[in-house]
């Protein structure tokens, strides 16, 4: 794991560097496998949509683990791939695993995409999985992308959908909940007029959202599921009584039992494929 640094943050960020550079972003470094698992299905159509070329310079939004930053750069064979995150944790590994893997033309930097001054117009590609939801202020973050997009340049995202069309996200919500409030708050960039409007306002053209529904994996049985997803959203239980969290873990491996497939368990998901260019 590689140390932190001083990441210089917009402060509309400074929680979510808190969360990512914190105990977030060690047990999402910890469970890299797993989460590249759980989308896996979602590989093909993410990166048809980027249509990366040989010759391209990619970025890559809120890069984690640096799984999609090390496909890109596979792609790019004779470009490069640039993956930026907040989490050192996740960035120390995929360092790691970029030199495992032998990716040469790959890098990985802890910045904030928000407010990082990146060069102008210096990507061919802008790519993110799940990491542009998260931006304080998301105006302010897509506009500095697409200024370190070229003319012509393209914008590909995956975002969820809202949240009912989401079975695993509601499940384990309510679940979690033990009968509190649970909570309700939506997405980002779920919603798609909202998320045209506000990647056209940022300079971007052309954008257009695809609906993609896919499985999401979470183990290879209720054991290994129930373990994964307890240690993701725990957390939540730490002021009930002991009967109440112990009738929360059997009402969640009876939920993973009715997921069980003979490929392991898995929960419906939808997705938002978001694509767009810079004029």
């Not at 996200?169 to 409030?181: D, P, Q």
Request: charged share 25%; with cysteine.
């Amino acid at each position: 794991m590689s140390e932190s640094i001083a990441v210089c943050v917009d402060p509309s960020n400074e929680q979510m560097l808190k969360a990512w550079d914190g105990e977030d972003g060690a047990l999402w470094a910890k469970r890299a496998q797993r989460i590249n698992d759980g989308v896996a299905a979602y590989r093909e159509a993410f990166f048809a949509a980027a249509g990366i070329q040989s010759t391209d310079r990619v970025l890559d939004v809120g890069c984690g683990a640096g799984q999609t930053t090390r496909d890109a750069a596979r792609q790019a064979t004779d470009g490069s791939a640039l993956g930026v995150d907040l989490s050192s944790a996740m960035l120390g590994l995929a360092r790691r695993l970029a030199d495992e893997e032998r990716v040469p033309n790959v890098a990985f930097k802890q910045v904030d995409a928000q407010v990082h001054p990146f060069p102008e117009a210096d990507f061919d590609v802008v790519i993110s999985r799940h990491g542009s939801m998260f931006f304080g202020t998301p105006l302010t973050a897509f506009t500095n992308l697409a200024r370190a997009t070229r003319p012509g340049g393209r914008l590909v995202l995956l975002t969820w959908q809202p949240l009912r069309l989401n079975e695993w996200i509601t499940t384990f919500r309510t679940i979690f909940a033990a009968g509190r409030e649970v909570p309700s708050s939506n997405l980002a960039l779920s919603d798609p007029l909202e998320t045209e409007q506000l990647l056209t306002s940022a300079g971007y053209t052309d954008v257009e959202l695809t609906a993609v529904n896919k499985p999401m994996y979470f183990g290879r049985d209720v054991d290994d599921a129930a373990e994964f997803i307890v240690e993701q959203h725990g957390g939540r239980l730490g002021d009930l009584a002991e009967a109440t969290r112990a009738k929360v873990i059997e009402d969640l491996r009876a939920d993973l039992a009715e997921h069980q497939t003979g490929r392991g368990v898995f929960y419906d998901s939808a997705a938002w494929l978001v694509e767009a260019r810079r004029p």
